[in-house]
């Protein structure tokens, strides 16, 4: 499995847009990229999923170069209830694929 | 609608003690995974079930720790002979296989075990 490298804290006022990057350097051809937010006291929480180039829904942007050695996570215009742990995630989506977690980033958005 | 539900949300028992998780999935979901969370870190799996079998075990730590899934809902994971560190939240998700390009995993609350 790819292993993924990303920031372990950062912090940001609201209304800023903020940007996490993760490393996956060994991702595989059939691999999908893919992040999970983490609460408090709460499971994790799909956010968004992408292959290649860019992906846009209505939380999130992600943003992965042609060589998809790395993607960003894009935040719009945070605020303080976007505090919490972003994952990011690399793997194939066959049925039954697991979820791989890394140590995560642990955003703080303050006021 | 109803998301999954694990119960109890808070356990504590004491070393050597067994202890049961229960798991209510989201109705139809076929696919059911539970996870362990510790302090500080990211999930780390640990079993899946394709219905009733239990696809992949290969995250269990070792054979105190067993889980059933009976009738292809519900499921519970046990720990006999618990030990200290044990202690950690203990996460179930379930997905509906086959049903998009993607596997996205909904996650319950969680389990926070301390074991004593």
């Known amino acids: 499995l790819a292993k993924t490298t990303q920031p372990i804290s950062m912090d940001s006022y609201e209304g800023q847009e903020v940007n996490i990057t993760c490393s996956h350097n060994?991702?595989?051809?059939?691999?999908?990229i893919t992040w999970y937010q983490q609460f408090p006291s709460q499971g994790p929480r799909f956010i968004i999923q992408?292959?290649?180039t860019k992906v846009t829904n209505e939380v999130a942007s992600l943003f992965i170069p042609a060589d998809r050695k790395s993607s960003t996570l894009s935040l719009p215009r945070v605020s303080l209830s976007d505090t919490a742990v972003y994952y990011c995630?690399?793997?194939?989506?066959?049925?039954?694929?697991?979820?791989?977690f890394g140590g995560g980033t642990r955003l703080m958005v303050k006021p | 609608g109803a998301g999954v539900s694990q119960t109890p949300s808070n356990k504590v028992t004491e070393k050597g003690k067994y202890v049961e998780l229960r798991c209510d999935p989201i109705?139809?979901?076929?696919?059911l995974y539970w996870y362990r969370q510790s302090l500080g870190q990211g999930p780390e799996f640990l079993i899946y079930?394709?219905?009733?079998?239990?696809?992949?075990d290969s995250g269990l730590p070792n054979d105190r720790f067993f889980a059933v899934r009976p009738e292809g809902s519900v499921s519970t994971l046990k720990i006999q002979r618990t030990e200290r560190g044990d202690s950690a939240v203990y996460l179930c998700?379930?997905?509906?296989?086959?049903?998009?390009?993607?596997?996205?995993?909904?996650f319950g609350p969680g389990t926070r075990l301390t074991v004593l």
């Open positions: 995630l690399v793997g194939s989506n066959n049925a039954g694929n697991m979820l791989t």
């Open positions: 060994n991702i595989a051809t059939n691999d999908y």
């Open positions: 079930f394709q219905g009733t079998g239990a696809a992949d």
């Open positions: 998700a379930s997905s509906l296989q086959g049903a998009s390009t993607y596997n996205e995993q909904f």
């Open positions: 992408g292959y290649k």
């Open positions: 109705s139809g979901h076929t696919a």
